[in-house]
């Protein structure tokens, strides 16, 4: 049997995912990374984008948005505000969310407004990537 | 029952945010042991003249002795050192009544949302940053079960190791030591650290007010809950007397006209 690494996804909503997979590939800040078993132990930060555990052969595709990212030798731990397996998410809700986002974006803000609009923008951009790439 | 169902609310977001709490704590801990010779402001540990004390209280009454065993805590901290922040209207009437230093006043909603604790962590860290103060601590309201609610004071800043907080299912020490390998940091330490604290933070004022909720809404349904009882104690005595009073009457009534008819014959 193959190595496996134990993948941790918590959310403030509580543990979206917990399991042995054989490999996971992460949209880090210093770009995707796949981390197999046995890496040398890593923290960084994830930055909103498609997350893809494999497991036992099958693909599972995750939108996250910014958080951390623990790594040690047979664990992978992620801590982030959003995450979304691809056939979770609701397009028209990402959809109405980014549109409300821009919109937002037009107006006269804080620079402490324009920095959770950008976040929840690019939350939503993160769950359109993930599902629009899936249908084709 | 309208507290019964706020209490399950509150109860419920307490108890789903704790994986998310347990994890970051892991985190911050590995953080700190793996990069020692980085000294992040926030770790900063100073020799306390003043210090804050973030106060955690409710909006309304009616929630038993919720409010009194919190500010009892609260009061043993020197007036002419400490400064207050509080949450909550409660506990913003009682530094005004008592006539402490009131620093800046908070609110939060039923159902704490996260952006309500932001705000409180800015606050409270540049206060420390600045030097204003030297130690940051919150004292607030443990949710333990729907039965009891601990009041509590825990640091918050300098960032440490944290004594007084207990968190349920966090690892002892001995798996982090185990743990003593390099770890890498990317792109540093720092830019990490300073995501990590800035979140830490936020979490942990967010966690305390989740607390601080549930433990308000089982406190007040308790509270109800005993006013229920008591009410329907005092309806049983009162209707037991009212009865009592009106058999009386009855048989007064029916002496006097059995009087008069034997008068009569």
Wanted: with cysteine.
């Amino acid at each position: 049997m193959a190595a496996t690494l134990k993948l941790e996804i918590v959310t403030p909503a509580g543990t979206v995912y917990a399991e042995d997979v054989e490999m996971v590939t992460l949209p880090g800040v210093a770009g995707q990374m796949g981390i197999y078993p046995r890496h040398v132990p890593l923290m960084t930060q994830l930055v909103p984008g498609e997350m893809i555990a494999h497991k036992e052969g099958r693909d599972l595709f995750i939108a996250t948005g910014e958080g951390l990212i623990e790594v040690t030798a047979r664990r992978v731990a992620i801590l982030t505000d959003l995450a979304i397996p691809a056939d979770r998410i609701d397009e028209a809700k990402a959809e109405e969310a980014r549109q409300r986002a821009e919109a937002r974006l037009r107006e006269k803000l804080s620079d402490e407004e324009i920095a959770s609009v950008n976040g929840s923008l690019a939350r939503s951009l993160a769950q359109l990537r993930v599902k629009r790439r899936r249908r084709v | 029952m309208v507290a019964a169902s706020k209490m399950r609310t509150a109860q419920e977001a307490t108890l789903s945010t704790r994986p998310f709490g347990q994890l970051l704590y892991r985190m911050r801990r590995t953080a700190t042991t793996h990069a020692p010779d980085f000294i992040h402001p926030l770790l900063a540990t100073r020799a306390v003249r003043r210090r804050a004390v973030i106060l955690f209280g409710t909006d309304k009454g009616l929630c038993g002795a919720l409010n009194s065993n919190l500010f009892r805590l609260a009061m043993q901290f020197d007036p002419a050192t400490t400064l207050f922040i509080t949450a909550g209207k409660r506990a913003a009437q009682f530094i005004a009544r008592t006539g402490r230093r009131l620093a800046a006043e908070f609110t939060f909603a039923d159902s704490p949302r996260f952006a309500e604790a932001r705000p409180i962590a800015a606050f409270a860290r540049d206060l420390f940053l600045k030097g204003d103060v030297d130690q940051v601590l919150i004292v607030a309201t443990r949710f333990i079960n729907t039965l009891i609610q601990q009041p509590s004071v825990v640091e918050f800043l300098p960032i440490g190791e944290i004594t007084g907080l207990k968190i349920p299912g966090a690892e002892s020490d001995g798996d982090v030591a185990a743990d003593t390998g390099e770890v890498l940091f990317e792109f540093s330490a720092e830019t990490v650290l300073a995501y990590l604290f800035g979140h830490y933070l936020n979490i942990y004022v967010y966690r305390v007010m989740l607390e601080a909720k549930a433990s308000e809404q089982s406190a007040r349904m308790v509270a109800m809950q005993n006013a229920t009882d008591s009410a329907a104690g005092l309806i049983k005595d009162l209707t037991l007397e009212y009865n009592n009073v009106r058999q009386t009457n009855i048989t007064k009534e029916l002496l006097e006209i059995a009087g008069g008819q034997l008068g009569n014959d």
